[in-house]
């Protein structure tokens, strides 16, 4: 949910954090890329995101004009979402705080084994899969 009190700002930095600074738009800008992507692929892709969430996320990312929509008239409806011009010249600076992080986080990733509960793979696991489908887009 957008919060206006940051997006109204007369400072130019409170303002681009109030257009991107939420859990889930960096995330989905990421997950877009240089692609085109459909509504269920992007729900695939990202965890625990709400269909719900996603679809509000999506369209505020296009108000902000950082994602483009594009609908087909066919039968079924088939929507698809691309970044536009500003969502690319976005996707630097995504790149640039996964770099800070790699360099400066203090907690070290347990590996995947680690995560095994007699021979069953814990929760844990799915999740650290899903995470590396989304940081390797």
């Given at each position: 949910?957008?919060?206006?009190?940051?997006?109204?700002?007369?400072?130019?930095f409170t303002r681009a954090i109030g257009t991107i600074a939420n859990k889930w738009k960096p995330i989905i800008i990421n997950v877009v890329g240089t692609r085109t992507i459909r509504f269920g692929q992007l729900d695939a892709i990202i965890p625990h995101i709400s269909r719900k969430v996603l679809a509000e996320q999506l369209k505020e990312l296009e108000e902000d004009g950082l994602l483009e929509r594009l609908a087909y008239k066919e039968l079924p409806p088939r929507v698809e979402y691309k970044l536009s011009e500003k969502g690319l010249?976005?996707?630097?600076?995504?790149?640039?705080?996964?770099?800070?992080n790699l360099q400066y986080?203090?907690?070290l990733v347990p590996k995947e084994t680690d995560h095994?509960?007699?021979?069953?793979k814990s929760k844990l696991d799915n999740d650290r899969q899903m995470e590396s489908i989304i940081c390797s887009q």
């Open positions: 949910m957008r919060d206006d009190r940051f997006c109204n700002s007369n400072c130019p010249a976005f996707l630097p600076i995504l790149e640039s705080i996964k770099e800070w986080e203090i907690a095994y509960v007699y021979g069953v």
